[in-house]
Nanobody
Framework: QVQLVESGGRLVQAGGSLRLSCVAS????????MAWFRQAPGLEREFVAA????????DYADSVKGRFTISRANDMKRATLQMNSLKPEDTAVYYC??????????????????WGQGTQVTVSS
């Protein structure tokens, strides 16, 4: 069983930056694809970014391309989301997720097997 714990969410001004971290325990982290999703109040959970098991493939939602970067360190069982040029519309609870299929590219949350508890990101205007 894989357990995921996110951290790094906080209140930040528009134009600022944040780095979210997701640390895994248990399971075979280095074989899983990892992703970040977010959910704003009243809205469905939406895909943000994903990375394959090796880090060789990354995918991003159009809304965050050029501003967010996903990365991973398999030796530390850590996935990271660097968020720059933040906008108020980025405000949401951000969730880390792991998929046993490690190839990456999955944008449907139903493809993911394990989830963290979420971390709140609030961007003020």
């Amino acid at each position: 069983q894989v357990q995921l714990v996110e951290s790094g969410g906080r209140l930040v001004q528009a134009g600022g930056s944040l780095r979210l971290s997701c640390v895994a325990s248990g399971g075979a982290f280095s074989s899983y694809a990892m992703a970040w999703f977010r959910q704003a109040p009243g809205l469905e959970r939406e895909f943000v970014a994903a990375i394959s098991w090796s880090g060789g493939r990354t995918d991003y939602a159009d809304s965050v391309k050029g501003r967010f970067t996903i990365s991973r360190a398999n030796d530390m069982k850590r996935a990271t989301l660097q968020m720059n040029s933040l906008k108020p519309e980025d405000t949401a609870v951000y969730y880390c997720a792991a998929c046993r299929y490690g190839g990456g590219g999955a944008v449907d949350p139903r493809r993911y097997d394990y989830w963290g508890q979420g971390t709140q990101v609030t961007v003020s205007s």
